[in-house]
């Protein structure tokens, strides 16, 4: 790769990945350009081979992958509420807590249920999908990018470099003041009127759009610093260029906008089902039916062109004066044709349709084959059931089909805790060296936990002042329990909001809260698809078990306090923590009433 420069890397690797095809195996050969071609026609029930036949006749376009690829939508969905942080050890979940505030309130901002929603339909329709993080002064960016705007390596996607395709405006290109701006105007003025790489004019919509290509990837040094010593390390770094065809024949002119290191790659692969070899695959909904979607399109053709010549009338005689002629193109429904004394005679022929049935069971077989690669059951297309099927067979066809959804929601849900842990987090936690005050909507037991602190440490900083202006005014001392009500009233007044400031949980900042966080911290990606029905048995079962004096005592070993702590991780509603985090403070709860009560109006201490 060092005998290269940036420039010959983009059209080499553009070459390949347009033109190349990829052997997987001896009899497996992909060409992954097509694929992704087809896949969008497709979706947009479009033929690769043109909207009419050899005689210009219109071809119809019998769509079967856009509702299965809505159905993998749907079954796969995940939603901002499903991200959770859990906290690995109890003196943590408090922190945990105030994090996941933290994230959803970025979550907010940054639109990420937006970009949940393209990244799942996108994952649907081709089964992997990149993500790219730009990291900017107001935010970290994150985006779905096109598969028709990458050039990547198919079969190492990770440890090869990534070439995204830009197109610009002229003014666009120009608003981007990281670029060369001399360049910019050179390759404003150069591209005026010329035909790109690949000899292909340009979109008459696009005509004053300029194309770029910003390439990401461990590359030699050298092309940053121009110095042959450096050809032998490697280093992360960003280019932005382009190129246009030069007068001379055989070259190009080169430009560069903008080169320079960067921490991190910016892209990242995640697959509904990922590859063993780790390639990238595109088995997604569509391109899992395409042997079924052309045979569906091929039936409904021959019987349109069946139903076509069937409704017109045709006539055949042994005039001669008729001979040689295309009677299909030259006679229209219902013309009468005259013909001589010789009475020769005119008969209608035959053409009614046959066998439309032969073929409507050849399009069905078809279509029951889609059903069962893409795992998906007319149950799941919401089709009414017929009387012969029982509704037990079509509720565990229902079970049955989920579970392979479950999977790919599985996967969906690692790739986002791979997706917080590399760019999210530490870009969250980096943020956080504020005091501003936090919006949170908690669970009754998240407020009650906030509550602790909150109302203490509130109470607390009231009795303080009041107990000084008391003092220096000669009037009676507050009364702490009557500020702790009044801090309790106030904030049960909120509901289930709390605006919060980290001073008033023990801190300066929420840095300081979050300090050696971002190693105790794991996520839990609930899934929206939960058989509530189970999940309320297991809740019951739980609670008679609880009920019942020997299962308290049961609990309560180290055996019994296990199976308690899986069960409740098996549910994934209720965090272990939260159980656990109640023995301390009940047992606590009777000396500090008593504390309180004697010592009278003791300030309390932080």
């Not at 033109?19 to 690769?48: M, P, R």
């Not at 009041?466 to 009233?489: G, H, I």
């Not at 190693?519 to 899934?527: G, L, N």
């Amino acid at each position: 790769m060092s005998e290269l420069n940036v420039y010959e890397l983009v059209r080499k690797n553009e070459s390949n990945y347009r033109s190349g095809d990829v052997k997987t195996s001896k009899y497996v050969v992909q060409s992954f350009y097509e694929d992704i071609s087809t896949i969008e026609a497709y979706l947009n029930s479009k033929h690769i081979s043109g909207d009419k036949d050899s005689m210009g006749r219109d071809k119809p376009f019998f769509n079967i992958v856009l509702a299965v690829r809505n159905i993998w939508f749907r079954a796969t969905d995940l939603d901002r509420k499903n991200v959770i942080a859990k906290a690995k050890k109890q003196s943590d979940y408090l922190a945990s807590l105030l994090y996941t505030g933290h994230l959803k309130k970025w979550m907010r901002d940054e639109n990420f249920g937006q970009y949940l929603n393209d990244w799942g339909l996108y994952l649907a329709s081709y089964n992997s999908a990149v993500t790219k993080f730009i990291e900017k002064s107001d935010g970290l960016h994150i985006s779905v990018i096109p598969w028709q705007s990458l050039i990547v390596d198919v079969l190492g996607f990770e440890k090869n470099p990534k070439i995204e395709v830009l197109e610009m405006t002229q003014d666009e290109l120009r608003s981007h003041t990281e670029y060369d701006q001399e360049m910019v105007e050179g390759l404003i003025e150069a591209q005026t009127g010329k035909k790109m790489i690949d000899g292909q004019p340009k979109n008459v919509q696009k005509a004053n759009y300029v194309r770029l290509y910003e390439v990401h990837g461990v590359l030699p040094l050298s092309w940053l610093t121009d110095d042959d010593k450096d050809k032998d390390t490697y280093i992360q770094q960003m280019h932005v260029v382009s190129f246009l065809t030069s007068k001379k024949g055989g070259e190009f002119d080169n430009f560069t906008l903008y080169s320079g290191r960067e921490t991190n790659d910016p892209y990242m692969l995640t697959q509904l089902i990922p590859a063993v070899d780790g390639s990238i695959s595109l088995m997604g909904a569509v391109k899992t039916l395409f042997d079924a979607q052309w045979m569906t399109n091929h039936t409904i053709k021959n019987i349109k062109d069946q139903l076509d010549l069937a409704s017109k009338l045709i006539f055949q005689t042994n005039d001669s004066g008729y001979a040689n002629q295309n009677v299909l193109e030259n006679i229209e429904q219902g013309q009468i044709m005259v013909y001589g004394q010789d009475k020769n005679p005119l008969t209608q022929i035959q053409n009614n349709s046959h066998d439309i049935s032969a073929l409507e069971s050849f399009m069905k077989q078809w279509q029951v084959l889609a059903q069962e690669v893409s795992n998906t059951p007319e149950v799941t297309m919401g089709r009414a059931s017929s009387a012969q099927s029982a509704y037990a067979k079509e509720a565990l066809m229902l079970q049955q089909s989920q579970q392979n959804f479950d999977i790919m929601t599985q996967n969906k849900g690692l790739s986002l805790e791979q997706m917080f842990k590399k760019f999210i987090t530490p870009f969250v936690l980096k943020k956080l060296n504020n005091s501003d005050e936090l919006v949170m909507e908690l669970g009754d037991y998240g407020i009650e936990q906030i509550d602790k602190k909150y109302i203490s440490s509130r109470a607390a900083k009231v009795f303080n002042y009041k107990a000084v202006e008391a003092v220096l005014s000669s009037q009676d001392l507050p009364d702490l329990q009557e500020e702790t009500q009044k801090v309790r009233q106030e904030v049960t007044d909120m509901g289930m909001q709390r605006f919060i400031r980290p001073s008033e949980i023990s801190a300066k900042t929420w840095k300081d809260i979050f300090e050696d966080f971002e190693s105790d911290v794991e996520y839990q990606i609930t899934d929206e698809n939960v058989d509530k029905n189970n999940v309320m048995q297991g809740i019951n079962s739980l609670m008679q078990t609880l009920a019942n004096p020997n299962g308290q005592a049961f609990v309560r070993t180290p055996e019994g306090k296990l199976l308690f702590n899986e069960t409740l991780n098996l549910l994934g509603i209720i965090n272990p923590v939260q159980i656990q985090e109640q023995e301390p403070q009940q047992v606590q709860q009777q000396p500090q009433q008593a504390q309180q009560k004697v010592g009278g109006t003791q300030p309390i201490t932080q």
